[in-house]
């Protein structure tokens, strides 16, 4: 038998014999504990399933006054009324089309200034900073910015989805603060085994970079998917909706038969718009729902790597 006290057998020999003397009151808090906890995730959980079981409910279903924890009258003739609305699928592509693009234009922006921001030689790299954080408190406002994208000629084009978020400082920042954690050694043994620039950019800094990337795809994914108010004000026309100010229109303004083209006098006895509206509430997170397991990994080490330097 090992007598060492320092070994993992007399660790967990401790660790159980604490466990085994703990007194009433220190059991009767860790149940306080744990219940409060518990009631706290069902609070935030219960909302989305009790949309989720409206969505597959019938009207006479779903009006009932109950707590709902599985569909009383399953059905799909929400679903199939949703993804049968032409404005649907279009408000959907215009939505797929502003997350992937404007996503991949913040990460080749803030990689790319993050980068050169990163290289604490770089001449009035204290300027350049400063006026980069000064954008995350100030900015010309919406009027201005209204004015200026009319100018343009950028009203009601696909490209003002993207222009307006292609910066952001913080993601900038968070990057840079990562990349000045990389060990400068290794680019200069890789520049003086005789590795270019490209090669030092692509086989160094990009693969150790993962985590951070990662992180911020993730943020700039949901903040393209979410976002409602600048589509909302500068791209009006029908043939540019987006997923976000459909989904606006229908839960706030509640204009059901308006833009969905739904609701038929003779419909009306098989479906709501309630139904229709917890239908297409999780039409339009489902694609986030299903991107965030694949990136939820690296989301932590991404945020504590980019944080630790200022």
């Known amino acids: 038998m090992n007598t060492m006290s320092g070994t993992p057998v007399d660790f967990v020999h401790r660790t159980v014999g604490k466990i085994g003397t703990r007194t009433v009151s220190d059991r009767a808090f860790m149940f306080s504990v744990y219940f409060i906890m518990a009631a706290f ?31 009383l009258e399953f059905t799909f003739a929400n679903y199939e009324k949703v993804f049968d609305s032409g404005i649907i699928g279009t408000a959907y ?10 996503t991949a234009v913040i990460l080749v922006v803030s990689f790319t200034a993050a980068l050169g921001l990163a290289d604490q030689g770089l001449p009035g790299i ?12 100030f900015s010309g406002g919406l009027i201005p910015t209204f004015l200026w994208y009319k100018q343009l000629g950028l009203l009601n084009t696909r490209v003002s989805w993207i222009l307006h978020l292609a910066a952001n400082a913080y993601y900038i920042i968070i990057m840079r603060n990562f990349f000045r954690e990389i060990p400068h050694e290794l680019i200069e043994s890789a520049t003086i085994d005789g590795a270019t620039l490209y090669q030092v950019l692509f086989r160094i800094i990009v693969p150790l970079s993962t985590p951070v990337v990662a992180t911020v795809t993730l943020w700039a994914a949901v903040q393209h998917w979410n976002d409602w108010f ?6 009006p ?27 038929e006098q003779d419909e009306m006895r098989m479906i709501t718009a309630e139904t229709i509206k917890a239908a297409l509430l999780f039409v339009s997170i489902g694609p986030i729902i299903a991107a965030y397991p694949f990136l939820q990994r690296y989301f932590v080490k991404g945020i504590m790597l980019g944080s630790v330097k200022g």
């Open 93 to 102: 592509i215009n939505s797929i089309f502003k997350t992937v693009v404007g």
């Open 237 to 263: 026309q029908r043939d540019l909706t987006v997923l976000q100010v459909l989904l606006r229109r229908v839960l706030i303004e509640n204009q059901v038969t308006n833009e969905l083209d739904m609701l």
């Open 230 to 235: 600048f589509p909302l004000i500068f791209t």
């Open 126 to 137: 204290k300027h350049i900073t400063f006026f980069l954080v000064f954008t995350m408190f």
């Open 41 to 71: 995730s069902l609070s935030i959980l219960y909302p989305f399933w009790y949309l989720l079981v409206d969505s597959f409910n019938t009207p006479d279903a779903s009006i009932q006054d109950s707590i709902k924890l599985w569909p």
